[in-house]
């Protein structure tokens, strides 16, 4: 758990500096660059969003880079770069990073999460309570009824966690999750009027509890 707090804790500061830095990049197994084409043929995108995009990208060595063109990959969970048209992942491996989306400034960091379920989480809000987003993209086949054709489909998951006192928990979008999470909040949380069903809700409460 101190890990976590150090992680956010360097959050604080890491985004707005730019340090020169010396990086690489590892295709796969075979030495060749990555490519889309286990994705051909799927229905959904695999990505967090689909365009390329500037980032702030903070490496395991605690090196800054400000790459022009990334890419979250969220099946198998990597942050990917390209660079004349040839796709590599980051190597060392990414600790936390910036995407400046069309819709705004989005945050990751490289956890490990409850039962072992590792990876890079998204930072929606950072204070004395913290709230984290883990999103899982899979592909799934399915064969239709009486058809030899198999279909490919991109399929998420969504999971919410609690950062606060050291401790992390797993939190519903629901009032009562939220106050068995946060109990000495309760007061608080029944004064919020909203029906706290979505994630934008749920946001704008943790963010006046703070």
């Known amino acids: 758990m101190k890990n976590i707090i150090t992680i956010l804790t360097l959050l604080l500061g890491i985004f707005g500096y730019q340090a020169k830095a010396q990086y690489v990049f590892i295709p796969d197994q075979t030495g060749k660059p990555l490519t889309d084409a286990k994705y051909e043929n799927v229905t959904g995108s695999p990505y967090l969003v689909e365009e390329w995009?500037?980032?702030?990208?903070?490496?395991?060595?605690?090196?800054?880079?400000?790459?022009?063109?990334?890419?979250?990959?969220?099946?198998?969970?990597?942050?990917?770069?390209?660079?004349?048209?040839?796709?590599?992942?980051?190597?060392?491996?990414?600790?936390?990073?910036?995407?400046?989306?069309k819709s705004g400034k989005r945050t990751f960091l490289l956890k490990?999460?409850?039962n072992n379920d590792n990876g890079y989480y998204e930072l929606l809000n950072n204070g004395k309570i913290t709230l984290l987003k883990k999103v899982k993209k899979v592909v799934l086949e399915a064969k239709g009824y009486n058809s030899a054709n198999v279909e490919k489909l991109i399929d998420e998951s969504k999971k919410y966690y609690?950062?606060?006192?050291?401790?992390?928990?797993?939190?519903?979008?629901?009032?009562?999750?939220?106050?068995?999470?946060?109990?000495?909040?309760?007061?608080?949380?029944?004064?919020?009027?909203?029906?706290?069903?979505?994630?934008?809700?749920f946001l704008e409460l943790i963010t006046s509890l703070n």
Request: hydrophobic share 40%; glycine share 4%; aromatic share 10%.
């Open 53 to 101: 995009t500037n980032a702030e990208v903070k490496l395991a060595d605690n090196n800054m880079i400000k790459p022009a063109e990334v890419r979250y990959d969220m099946v198998s969970d990597k942050l990917l770069f390209r660079q004349e048209n040839k796709v590599y992942e980051f190597f060392p491996k990414v600790a936390a990073f910036t995407l400046f989306t």
């Open 112 to 114: 490990n999460g409850i």
């Open 162 to 201: 609690i950062l606060n006192d050291g401790k992390e928990k797993e939190v519903k979008l629901n009032k009562n999750s939220l106050v068995s999470v946060l109990p000495n909040y309760k007061a608080q949380i029944d004064l919020y009027k909203g029906k706290l069903s979505n994630e934008k809700d």
